[in-house]
């Protein structure tokens, strides 16, 4: 069974810069032709597609997030990385990691990828 756990501080100060892993089991993140993507819910509001990397390396951003977002993926571990700099806190928000398929079929379809496994989330709040 596939499975995904973010992880990361809770914490983050105005101005900093946001990082958050997703560590996956049960199925590896080169595998075709699966894209791996960050979703936020800030509170009171709707799922946000922030962006994701592809099975191949390559990455693919939400035009919202794509001055502030880089993802990037460690194979060995089976891990891909979310940075999100120049944190506000507007930025304060339940952050997913997810996989999913472009072009797919899903109840969930966000930046054209049909999501098929969530991790839980965790919840980063940015105060000073």
């Known amino acids: 069974q596939v499975q995904l756990q973010e992880s990361g501080p809770g914490l983050v100060k105005p101005s900093q810069t946001l990082s958050l892993t997703c560590t996956v089991s049960?199925?590896?993140?080169?595998?075709?032709?699966?894209?791996w993507s960050w979703i936020r819910q800030p509170p009171g509001k709707g799922l946000e597609w922030m962006g994701a990397?592809?099975?191949?390396?390559?990455?693919d951003y939400s035009s919202s997030f794509k001055s502030r977002t880089s993802i990037t993926r460690d194979t060995s571990k089976n891990q891909f990385t979310l940075q999100l700099s120049s944190v506000t806190p507007g930025d304060t928000a339940l952050y997913y990691c997810?996989?999913?398929?472009?072009?797919?079929?899903?109840?969930?379809?966000?930046?054209?990828?049909?999501?098929?496994?969530w991790g839980r989330g965790t919840l980063v709040t940015v105060s000073a």
């Open positions: 990397i592809g099975y191949d390396g390559s990455s």
């Open positions: 997810a996989r999913g398929t472009p072009g797919g079929t899903s109840q969930v379809i966000l930046g054209e990828y049909a999501m098929d496994y």
């Open positions: 049960g199925a590896s993140i080169t595998t075709n032709y699966y894209y």
